[in-house]
Nanobody, 114 residues
Framework: QVQLVESGGGLVQPGGSLRLSCTAS??????MGWYRQAPGKQRELVAS????????YADSVQGRFTISRVNAVNTVWYLQMNSLKPEDTAVYYC?????????WGKGTLVTVSS
């Protein structure tokens, strides 16, 4: 069973940056995504990366967020978040894309506030 652990969240001022990390308990050969869930809202996919390295972003984060992975091991993925906005406040999760229910971790909280 795969376990995913997200880290790197925290409190940041508007316009600031954070880099989130996702570490898997075993090698994953799957398209992967970063998701987020804001208070009172449904979880949404914000960025994804295919096995071949193609990336895709939600319109709301296009140009500000970058998804990447450590190619050599297929167990670590990153989400670089720049120019953060208060509306980016959410719990961020990584998972396969499409997601696998049993793979959801606890997520990491990102709070954008002055």
């Amino acid at each position: 069973q795969v376990q995913l652990v997200e880290s790197g969240g925290g409190l940041v001022q508007p316009g600031g940056s954070l880099r989130l990390s996702c570490t898997a308990s075993k090698t994953i050969f799957s398209d992967m995504g970063w998701y987020r869930q804001a208070p009172g809202k449904q979880r949404e996919l914000v960025a994804s990366i295919t096995i071949e390295g193609r990336t895709n972003y939600a319109d709301s984060v296009q140009g500000r967020f970058t998804i990447s992975r450590v190619n050599a091991v297929n167990t670590v993925w990153y989400l670089q978040m720049n120019s953060l906005k208060p509306e980016d406040t959410a719990v961020y999760y990584c998972n396969a894309e499409p997601s696998v229910n049993l793979w959801w971790g606890k997520g990491t909280l990102v709070t954008v506030s002055s």
